[in-house]
């Protein structure tokens, strides 16, 4: 069973920027691809980056966040720059086995989630 656990969300004014990390306890061949995705209220859960080789990106934040990888720390990053407020919600970590994967169903382990508040 792989366990993600999220750190790093807050709030911030709009052009602000934040860094997720989220820790995996293992990373197994059926959880290395690792994801981001975020959550507004009253609205689905929505895919923002994924990386296993190389980082892709959901249009609306490409180009202001960054998804980075630490092998040797089971560790993923999201690094959000010139945030804006419509960027704000709850940001999950996620991990499975496809590349590339966009959609939640696709991902098998998640994380608690950690809110991310963008003032304007």
Known sequence: QVQLV??????????GSLRLSCVASVRTSTSDVMGWFRQAPGKDREFVAT???SPYYADSV??????????????VYLQMNNLKPEDTGVYYCAAGRTYIAT???E????GQGTQVTVSS
Not at 62 to 75: Q, V
Not at 107 to 110: K, L, N, T
């Open 6 to 15: 999220e750190s790093g969300g807050g709030s911030v004014q709009a052009g």
């Open 51 to 53: 990386i296993k080789w």
């Open 62 to 75: 490409k180009g202001r966040f960054t998804i980075s990888l630490d092998p040797a720390k089971n560790t």
């Open 103 to 105: 959609r939640p169903d």
């Open 107 to 110: 991902y098998d382990y998640w």
